[in-house]
Structures are given as structure tokens and as C-alpha cells.
């Protein structure tokens, strides 16, 4: 099953800092997947998209995190990891955070793709 790695979560004060980030499936030395976005889901509540970068490097950033969160994605040792630096955090921004991603070849322009993370917690109390 493919997988998309992610790392990172925690607990943190409100008015802290988080670093997310997610790995692409390992595929020997071969760059095959792509990771493009980050979800989250609250409990109770459906998921929802929190940034994206899509694979021709245009940015999305939902309103609710526009000025705190920054993706950005780097390519090392064949992989992409993909970033999601979290300042200023708020209560309201605990949940689970989730990776997305896809194939190399998805359209250029997409901004989420058909694998996902297993998810990580992320918890802003004080």
C-alpha cells in the first residue's frame, strides 16, 4: 500500500511553532511519488485542505492559516519532502494533520492527489 511518511506532530503552547513534514513513498532510487498538500481534520468535522503546492509550484493556503503557515517542498537523497512550517498557532488549529499526495506524472496543476499519510496529532493548548 502506498504511503506517504509524515513527522512532526506534537503538543504546543498557543502563540507556538510546529514543523510538519511528509516523505514519499520509498521506490528504490527512483523519484515516483510527489507529496502535494496538507489536510486536517478536527473531530466531528469533515477533513479539510490546509496548504498545497502543486507540482508546477503554485501555492494554496486555506484563509484560516494565511500569515501562519508556509509549505514548501525539497528534494533530497531521491525523495521529496514535503513542509509545512506552523507559527503562531491557535487552539482551533488542533487535529489530526494528514500528508497528500500522488504519482510523479499527476497533472502539473493539481493541487492534491489519490495517497495518503497515516496522520499526525498536532495539539495547541496551554
Known amino acids: 500500500q502506498v504511503q506517504f511518511v509524515e513527522s512532526g506532530g506534537g503538543l504546543v503552547q498557543p502563540g507556538g511553532s510546529l514543523s510538519l513534514s511528509c516523505t514519499s513513498p520509498?521506490?528504490?532510487?527512483?523519484?515516483?511519488?510527489?507529496?502535494l498538500a496538507w489536510f486536517r481534520q478536527i473531530p466531528g468535522n469533515r477533513r479539510e485542505l490546509v496548504a498545497a503546492k502543486s507540482r508546477n509550484a503554485k501555492v494554496y493556503y486555506a484563509d484560516f492559516v494565511k500569515g501562519r503557515f508556509t509549505i514548501s517542498r525539497v528534494f533530497v537523497d531521491s525523495k521529496d519532502t514535503l513542509i509545512l512550517q506552523m507559527n503562531n498557532l491557535e487552539p482551533g488549529d488542533t487535529a489530526v494533520y494528514y500528508c497528500n499526495g500522488d504519482r510523479l506524472h499527476v497533472d502539473s496543476a493539481k493541487y492534491e492527489g489519490d495517497y495518503w499519510g497515516q496522520g499526525t496529532q498536532v495539539t495547541v493548548s496551554s
Open positions: 520509498a521506490s528504490g532510487n527512483r523519484r515516483t511519488f510527489i507529496p
